[in-house]
């Protein structure tokens, strides 16, 4: 079992700056990938970013591309997206997960990861 802890997110005005952070606990070396997910109001759960256990190589959806950063610090097992940018199409709830066999086929999908925050809200004003 892996436990995720997520803080951060807010209210922050379009042009602006946030920074989410995700700390997992429990069977973590069982986890080979940690990723962000979002979900608006009336819409699914989206994929935003993700990062390998291996190489750490990240990967991020268009629509955030040049504008967010994920990064993974194994030692504390914690992953961060740093937003910039921001716009109000930002807002929603974001979603830190984990999973075991998480592929660079597979982690477009909320389906794919078997660990969940309980989500943080980022709000971004026009």
């Known amino acids: 079992q892996v436990l995720l802890v997520e803080s951060g997110g807010g209210l922050v005005q379009a042009g602006g700056s946030l920074e989410l952070s995700c700390t997992a606990s429990g069977r973590t070396s069982s986890s080979n990938a940690m990723a962000w997910f979002r979900q608006a109001p009336g819409k699914e759960r989206e994929f935003v970013a993700a990062?390998?256990?291996?190489?750490?190589?990240?990967y991020y959806d268009d629509s955030v591309k040049g504008r967010f950063t994920i990064s993974r610090d194994m030692p504390v097992n914690t992953v961060v997206l740093q937003m910039s940018s921001l716009k109000p199409e930002d807002t929603a709830v974001y979603y830190c997960a984990a999973g075991p066999q998480i592929s660079q086929l597979t982690m477009l999908y909320a389906a794919a990861y078997d660990y969940w925050g309980q989500g943080t809200q980022v709000t971004v004003s026009s």
């Open positions: 990062v390998l256990r291996s190489g750490g190589t990240a």
